[in-house]
């Protein structure tokens, strides 16, 4: 079993002994996150769904993140993933989110935001938004795996440290 194989089956145990369901808010690893959590059986019991918002324009459309955010911070920040985080749980009947919104590679990146920047938010309805800056190494499938390993285990601490 892998590394991300126990974490979805933790995240499972918890978020059903919870009676939490999660959503997920993907750009940068495209879904990845949600098909992990999707693999394992059951998940229907406890994940609500999953936005890949890979453009601008996608997120404000499914996410409501506003569009100044982008002029003003750029997708891949602080304030996009807050506000994905919420929309994720806004507009689904999850009561508890992730998002994700970063600079895979190989291109793309910039002195401000290299290649492996990636932000995280996590979203527990009624509490604050925790978010984290990474900056991963390695080539694009590298970035976007590392992304989805610390995008379960925010989830995992979220629903360690909160309860409904």
């Not at 933790?10 to 098909?35: H, K, M, P, Y």
């Not at 932000?119 to 309805?125: H, R």
Request: glycine share 10%; charged share 20%.
């Amino acid at each position: 079993m892998t590394e991300i194989n126990q974490l979805v089956e933790t995240l499972a145990q918890l978020a059903l002994n919870r009676q939490v369901r999660i959503a997920t808010a993907e750009s940068c690893t495209g879904g990845w996150v949600a098909q992990e959590i999707t693999a394992l059986a059951g998940s229907s019991g406890w994940f609500e769904c999953g936005f890949v918002t890979y453009s601008n324009e996608a997120k404000t459309r499914m996410l409501g993140v506003p569009e100044e955010l982008f002029i003003s911070e750029g997708a891949v920040s602080e304030s996009v993933v807050m506000a994905m985080a919420e929309g994720a749980v806004h507009n689904s009947r999850a009561v508890l989110s992730v998002s994700i919104s970063g600079v895979a590679g190989p291109g793309g990146g910039t002195q401000q935001k290299p290649v492996g920047t990636v932000w995280m938010a996590w979203y527990f309805e009624g509490s604050e938004v925790e978010t984290r800056c990474f900056h991963f190494t390695g080539d694009r499938y590298s970035v976007r795996l590392s992304a989805v390993r610390e995008a379960l285990k925010g989830l995992i601490k979220q629903l360690n440290k909160n309860t409904v």
